[in-house]
């Protein structure tokens, strides 16, 4: 894992009248899973693609294990951070095992290795490469696409992962499934993930610490499950 410095990170859409995140100071430490859990619209999102640099902060500082990533090469980035979201995010023209190819070869992997990977990172998350590799995503379930993002985001070994309500679109008991994986793979792999959910259930149950965040991405507690549910 690599550790996460937030510094009063800010932003302020064209023409919002208030900020979506405003002032956010947040540490979080190597290895570690952080739950953002807050109602919809509190900027969870926003904060996330933050630190995945896909929107700018307006103001405040993102280090990424010591560096300061907010000017750093997408390609560099890419090797230090993985990202699933809730739609999967799959590209429906590319098959299982291109889309999670796609990172491995954008960072210049070798045929062979990728080809290997994208069989391992199938086995990872419970799916035969023999069955699945050659298909669309269109051919799969909703929890089947969710695994396949998971599987790309986990592909180039990034030290930390992103995920924003990873598991929202499939029915309770992928669900519960899904996120039992989620934790045998941390404690293989040790990665650290910042987990985005509006749900307080799955917070308590993925998270080592939990930031409840209110209007703005205002932080009103981060702490271990055991001391949220006990206050
Ligand atoms: P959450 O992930 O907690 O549901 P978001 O980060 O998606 O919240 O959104 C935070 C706030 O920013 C909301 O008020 C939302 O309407 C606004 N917002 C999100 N994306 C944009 C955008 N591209 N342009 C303008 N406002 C946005
Ligand atoms: P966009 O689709 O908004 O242009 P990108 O080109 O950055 O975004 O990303 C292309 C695809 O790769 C998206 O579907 C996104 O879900 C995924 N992606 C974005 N960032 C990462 C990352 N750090 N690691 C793995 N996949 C990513």
Redesign the pocket.
Known sequence: GAAIQLENLTKR????AVP??DNVTMDIKAGEIVILV??????????L?MINRL?EPTAGRITIGDEDVTNIDPVRLRRKVGYAIQSSGLFPHMTVAQNIALVPKMVGWSRGKIKNRVEEMLDLVGLDPREFHGRYPRQLSGGQQQRVGVARALAADPPVLLM?EPFGAVDPITRDHLQDELIRLQHELHKTIVF?T?DFDEAIKLGDRIAV?RER?HIAQFDTPEAILTN
Do not use: E
């Open positions: 859409y064209p023409g919002g979506a995140v807050g109602p919809s619209g509190c900027g969870k999102s926003t904060t693609k929107i924003d985005v509006h965040l991405s």
